[in-house]
C-alpha cells in the first residue's frame, strides 16, 4: 500500500463495537493503517452497541486488550493508537429500535465530512434490519457530498433460499455498488497475490487449463475444536461456515477467466462465472461427490477435549458435521473434466489453509532406459494462505551421481522472509478498499447465490439421512475423506508438510 493514496474523510460506523471482532481484528488493522498514513486524521469511528455506556467505556475496553498486543512495546502505546482513539465515540442502544438511528443521523450531520460507511460486525440475524432502519432514516442514501457504504460479515444466508431473500430485502433498500459483502480470507496477501501470479506470469497462466492441470485441492484445516461456540456451530456445521464462502472464494481465484482489466467489476464478473459453472448435483450424485465427520473425544494439542457430541450447547443426537470434503467441477472450457477437491475440519492435525494445484503425470517413455523405475511425482504449486504465507513449486532434479536418478525438490518463497507482514490483520486492504471504494475483494449477490446454488444438493441430502463419520482428534479428517480423493488414484496433500515454518 506504500504508493496508495489515503483514504477520504469519513465516519466509520461500527454496529458491534464492544464484540470480538472489533477489538482483535478491526481496530488493530485501522491502527495499522493510521500507522502507514493511509488512513489520517479525518477518519473518525462511532461505535455502536447494546452494552450500556459512553465513549471512556469502549476506550477502556479497547486499551485493556491492545495492552496484550504488540511485539515488545504494547500496541496500546503505539503512537497511532494516541492518535485514532481521540476520534473514537459509542453510542448504546437497540439496533432493532429507532432512537439510535435518530441519534447516528444526528452525529453524522456534525460529521466534518458526509461520507460515511456502516461496518455491521454483528449477528446475520440483524444484518437485513440494520439496512432498513438506515434506508428508513435516510442514512443509506448518497449524495454529491458524500457516499454511504455498509459492509456485511459472512455468513450471507444459511441456504440458497435464505441468501436469495436476503439480497432481496438488502437490495430493496440500497444499490449492489454501496454493498461490501465481506471475506476475511480475501485480505490475506498470498490470495491477493493469486491474480499477480496469474496474469503477471506468462509461464504460469499457459499452463493454467485443464491440458496440464489434473486436479486442484483447497485446504482449510483447523487445530481448534468448537470449544464455546457449541450454540452457534451446531446450527450451521463446516459446510455452511466455510464452503460457500471462504472455499469458494479461493476457487473463483484459481479458475476465473483472465479479466479485460482490474477493475472490480470487471474481476467479480470472472469470478461471478465460474461459481455459475460449479456443477450442480443431483441428489445421487451428491451422495458419491462429498463427505462428513465429526471429531471424537481426544488428545488435542497435548490436551484432552470432549468429543463434539459433549461440547455445552451441542444437541447429544446432533447430526451436524465438523468436517466437510467434497469433489466440485467448473463446467468450462479451461476446467472440463479436472477435478476440484475441497475439505476442511476443526480439530485436525494442522492449522493450514492452502491452494494445490497438482499438474499432470510426465510421460514415463523417456526415462525407460534409466535408472528411473519408480512413477515421477507430478510438479505441483502450493499456495499457502495461512499461517504461513507464500508459496512453493515442487520439481524434479537429477540427483547427484551417475546413475539418472530423480527426487523432488521445492522452490519455495515465503511472504516472512521478504516482507514485513506480521502485524497484519487481513483486515487493511479490505478496510481500506471499503473508505476508497473499491469493491474487487467483495462478494456480489450473483456469486454469493451461486455459491448456495452448489452446495445446496449436500445441504438438502445429509438434512435427510445420515451421519458424519467419526474422526480422531488431531487427525487428517474421516476415513471417508481419503476414500473420496482415493477412488481417483489420488491423494491428499500432507497438512504437516510446512510444520518447518510453523
Known amino acids: 500500500?506504500?504508493?496508495?493514496?489515503?483514504?477520504?474523510?469519513?465516519?466509520?460506523?461500527?454496529?458491534?463495537?464492544?464484540?470480538?471482532?472489533?477489538?482483535?481484528?478491526?481496530?488493530?488493522?485501522?491502527?495499522?493503517?493510521?500507522?502507514?498514513?493511509?488512513?489520517?486524521?479525518?477518519?473518525?469511528?462511532?461505535?455502536?452497541?447494546?452494552?450500556?455506556?459512553?465513549?471512556?467505556?469502549l476506550l477502556k475496553r479497547l486499551d485493556d486488550f491492545l495492552a496484550g498486543l504488540g511485539d515488545?512495546?504494547?500496541?496500546?502505546?503505539?503512537?497511532?493508537?494516541?492518535?485514532?482513539?481521540?476520534?473514537?465515540?459509542?453510542?448504546?442502544?437497540?439496533?432493532?429500535?429507532?432512537?439510535?438511528?435518530?441519534?447516528?443521523?444526528?452525529?453524522?450531520?456534525?460529521?466534518?465530512?458526509?461520507?460515511?460507511?456502516?461496518y455491521l460486525a454483528v449477528p446475520p440475524r440483524f444484518f437485513g434490519g440494520i439496512v432498513e432502519k438506515l434506508a428508513a432514516h435516510g442514512l443509506a442514501a448518497e449524495s454529491e457530498n458524500g457516499f454511504r457504504r455498509i459492509a456485511i460479515e459472512k455468513p450471507f444466508g444459511t441456504d440458497l433460499a435464505s441468501a436469495r431473500a436476503?439480497?432481496?430485502?438488502?437490495?430493496?433498500?440500497?444499490?449492489?455498488?454501496?454493498?461490501?459483502r465481506l471475506d476475511h480470507f480475501l485480505g490475506k496477501e498470498t490470495v491477493q497475490n493469486l491474480l499477480t501470479a496469474r496474469f503477471a506470469n506468462t509461464m504460469i497462466e499457459s499452463l493454467w487449463n485443464s491440458r496440464y492441470i489434473d486436479h486442484v485441492q483447497i485446504t482449510a484445516a483447523e487445530t481448534v475444536d468448537v470449544g464455546s461456540r457449541g450454540a452457534?456451530?451446531?446450527?450451521?456445521?463446516?459446510?455452511?461456515?466455510?464452503?460457500?464462502?471462504?472455499?469458494?472464494?479461493?476457487?473463483?481465484?484459481?479458475?476465473?477467466?483472465p479479466p479485460n482489466s482490474f477493475d472490480a467489476?470487471?474481476?467479480?464478473?470472472?469470478?461471478?462465472?465460474v461459481l455459475k459453472a460449479l456443477r450442480v448435483f443431483t441428489p445421487?450424485?451428491?451422495?458419491?461427490?462429498?463427505?462428513?465427520?465429526?471429531?471424537?473425544?481426544?488428545?488435542?494439542?497435548?490436551a484432552e477435549i470432549p468429543a463434539y457430541h459433549q461440547t455445552p450447547q451441542v444437541a447429544p443426537d446432533s447430526r451436524t458435521e465438523t468436517f466437510v470434503a467434497l469433489k466440485l467441477y467448473a463446467d468450462t472450457w479451461r476446467w472440463a473434466g479436472v477435478p476440484f477437491y475441497l475439505r476442511t475440519g476443526k480439530a485436525m492435525t494442522a492449522r493450514d489453509t492452502?491452494?494445490?494445484?497438482?499438474?499432470?503425470?510426465?510421460?514415463?517413455?523417456?526415462?525407460?532406459?534409466?535408472?528411473?523405475?519408480?512413477?515421477?511425482?507430478?510438479?505441483?504449486?502450493?499456495?499457502?494462505?495461512?499461517?504461513?504465507?507464500?508459496?512453493?513449486?515442487?520439481?524434479?532434479?537429477?540427483?547427484?551421481?551417475?546413475?539418472?536418478?530423480?527426487?523432488?525438490?521445492?522452490?519455495?518463497?515465503?511472504?516472512?522472509?521478504q516482507f514485513d507482514i506480521a502485524k497484519m490483520t487481513g483486515y487493511e486492504s479490505l478496510i481500506y478498499d471499503l473508505l476508497i471504494g473499491d469493491q474487487t475483494l467483495f462478494q456480489r449477490a450473483d456469486g454469493i447465490e451461486a455459491g448456495w446454488a452448489a452446495v445446496q444438493p449436500f445441504l438438502d441430502l445429509w438434512a435427510k439421512d445420515g451421519e458424519p463419520e467419526a474422526y480422531a482428534p488431531g487427525s487428517m479428517g474421516p476415513a471417508c475423506a481419503d476414500g473420496l480423493i482415493g477412488r481417483d488414484g489420488r491423494?491428499?496433500?500432507?497438512?504437516?508438510?510446512?510444520?518447518?515454518?510453523?
Request: charged share 25%; net charge negative.
Open 232 to 257: 452457534f456451530y451446531d446450527a450451521t456445521g463446516a459446510l455452511r461456515d466455510m464452503v460457500p464462502n471462504h472455499l469458494f472464494q479461493l476457487l473463483a481465484m484459481i479458475a476465473m477467466e
Open 354 to 417: 492452502e491452494i494445490v494445484v497438482e499438474f499432470q503425470p510426465v510421460p514415463f517413455a523417456q526415462f525407460r532406459e534409466t535408472g528411473v523405475t519408480r512413477r515421477l511425482p507430478p510438479n505441483r504449486l502450493v499456495i499457502q494462505v495461512q499461517p504461513d504465507e507464500g508459496m512453493s513449486l515442487e520439481i524434479s532434479i537429477k540427483s547427484p551421481g551417475l546413475s539418472v536418478d530423480t527426487v523432488p525438490v521445492s522452490l519455495d518463497f515465503r511472504y516472512a522472509d
Open 284 to 302: 445421487e450424485e451428491a451422495a458419491t461427490h462429498g463427505v462428513r465427520g465429526v471429531y471424537s473425544d481426544g488428545t488435542l494439542n497435548g
Open 1 to 57: 500500500m506504500s504508493d496508495a493514496k489515503p483514504t477520504p474523510p469519513t465516519t466509520l460506523v461500527i454496529f458491534g463495537a464492544t464484540g470480538d471482532l472489533t477489538r482483535r481484528l478491526l481496530v488493530p488493522a485501522i491502527i495499522n493503517l493510521t500507522r502507514g498514513a493511509m488512513v489520517g486524521d479525518d477518519l473518525d469511528i462511532l461505535g455502536i452497541g447494546i452494552e450500556p455506556g459512553g465513549d471512556e467505556m
Open 265 to 273: 467489476e470487471a474481476i467479480r464478473n470472472e469470478k461471478s462465472k
Open 491 to 502: 491423494q491428499w496433500h500432507p497438512l504437516d508438510v510446512h510444520a518447518k515454518h510453523k
Open 72 to 118: 515488545g512495546e504494547p500496541l496500546v502505546k503505539d503512537p497511532a493508537w494516541a492518535r485514532l482513539r481521540q476520534r473514537i465515540s459509542y453510542i448504546s442502544g437497540d439496533f432493532t429500535g429507532d432512537d439510535i438511528y435518530l441519534e447516528i443521523a444526528k452525529r453524522l450531520t456534525s460529521a466534518p465530512g458526509g461520507n460515511a460507511a456502516f
Open 166 to 180: 436476503l439480497n432481496a430485502q438488502i437490495l430493496s433498500k440500497v444499490d449492489e455498488s454501496q454493498i461490501y
